[in-house]
């Protein structure tokens, strides 16, 4: 096991302790970064962390809570100022890379994380095997066909796991138009994942890597894909966006994770009119 995988679940429960433990206090659940790597590292106080990076543990569990709909629990970890009239340290706010809704204030998505029932949430990064996942084991399981949910029990982690899985097997470019700009890409479901049975949601050969525009377009059924991975679409759409031109997309060259035809026949058959 990885040291990383075992430090991420140890920093997923540090917060979630911290915020179930200071439910009516934000101060009081608030946590330094140099103590928060401390606590993770399993380093003593008059250790010097000071050239470690907290981004290592913080932006896994920031991107899980982005994808699971969660309050933001990285909020907790701040930045600290020395009060040099009484040389305590006064916690203060995240630094520039926390990244929350954006819809809320600081203070109100902190009362939503101390509000939150994380105990029903579980650890995500403990796998179904009970132990700390290894992200480099998953993702080369997932990319031999093996179903995501072999590994993983966290859903929010599992479709974090899924996209990554994906960007791999697309070498990180749009399956339609090519465009290699990571943020914009996502996760296309073929079979969507809230009518998925069993592991069909965690297999990549029920994904296919899209920018924003041709996932939304897809989702909505304004064009489709044939069995032999050929775009057929609506009239308005192919007018104003294929033209007369015949359109496969891009697949990977291994067949156990290339779109199967059965996920695209459940396409074709379900979509929106």
Known sequence: MKRIEERLRRAWDILVSRAVKHKDSLQAAKVGYEDFVRAVEGKTDDENVSG??????????????????????TGLVVQERKDHKTGEYKK??????????????????MSSVLRHDWKAEGNPFLGADGKAVDEGKVLKGIATGASIFTYVKNRGYAQT????????????????????????????????WSVCEGEEGGTLSNGILLCKNHHRSFDRGLWWLSDDFTIEAKIEFKASSIGKRTITIWTPDDKAISPDPLFLQYHRANKPD
């Open 52 to 73: 470690r990076t907290s981004g290592n543990y913080l932006h896994p569990i920031q991107r899980i809570c982005a994808d699971s709909d969660l309050p933001p629990l």
């Open 92 to 109: 203060l706010k995240p630094s520039s890379g926390f990244a929350g809704s954006g819809l809320q204030t600081y203070a109100e998505e």
């Open 161 to 192: 796991l899924f996209r990554d899985g994906l960007l791999k097997a697309y070498s990180s470019k749009c399956a339609v138009c090519g465009i290699a700009f990571e943020e914009i890409l996502d996760a296309a479901h073929i079979k969507p």
